[in-house]
């Protein structure tokens, strides 16, 4: 996940992933830049929360329209986003279909309640579901790392 940060050009999260994490979003890797952080939501963050330290820029879209996170992507020219966001955003971020990629980390634990990573996107067949394609998968101490192409797009 540190690679993925460090090789991204921004990191957005939702505003809700913002007040329940309090995330620094910079990649805890020797020598790496801090990417652009983008909170995405109505929703105020409190000063002294980790996104407004200072470390890198933070861009607040204070809006749900994914039009206006789009025009703010391409007036900074970011091209690399990685998304850190729990399944609200990252649910109406796939049905807008602007995701090229997902990353799924999953862990050899149980935990059997809490949300999904997805929520739902108005799919209620398989002929129209939204196809992934494997791309890589590779093990990461215990943990399995998969990384899919989004079709349909």
């Known amino acids: 996940m540190q690679i993925l940060r460090a ?3 921004a990191i957005l999260v939702g505003t ?7 995330p620094t979003l910079r990649p805890r890797l020797e020598g790496a830049t801090n990417p652009l952080r983008i909170v995405m939501g109505k929703r105020a963050v409190p000063a002294n929360f980790n996104l407004n330290d200072g470390a890198s820029e933070t861009i607040y879209v204070k809006s749900h329209e994914i039009g206006e996170l789009l025009a703010e992507l391409d007036k900074h020219k970011l091209n690399q986003v ?3 966001a ?6 109406a971020l796939l049905k807008a279909g602007v995701i090229d990629e997902v990353v799924i980390y999953q ?3 149980a935990l059997g309640a809490g949300s999904s990573w997805l929520e739902d996107i108005g799919i209620t067949t398989l002929a129209s579901a939204q196809k992934l394609e494997l791309i890589s998968s590779e093990i990461c101490g215990s943990d399995i790392k998969s990384r899919y192409r989004v079709g349909n797009r």
């Open 7 to 9: 090789q991204s050009d």
């Open 16 to 22: 809700g992933t913002a007040l329940a994490d309090n």
């Open 82 to 84: 990685l998304i850190e």
């Open 86 to 91: 729990g399944p609200t955003l990252g649910s």
């Open 107 to 109: 862990a050899p634990i």
